[in-house]
């Protein structure tokens, strides 16, 4: 869902501040910068 998510943000328009990352926890972490340079970050927990 997450990857889903901040390709749709690229496909509109927003930078990417760092693309989808798995961290050690389990959570998968991105983030966006939208057209108005606000940070849009993203996090999908592990659901295993």
Known sequence: ???DT???FIAL???AKYG???KPW???LTAVL???ANV???TQRDTA
Do not use: C, I
């Open 1 to 3: 869902m997450a990857q």
């Open 6 to 8: 901040f390709d749709r």
């Open 13 to 15: 328009g927003a930078e």
């Open 20 to 22: 989808p990352t798995r």
């Open 26 to 28: 389990g959570a998968l």
């Open 34 to 36: 939208d057209p108005a």
């Open 40 to 42: 849009v970050g993203l």
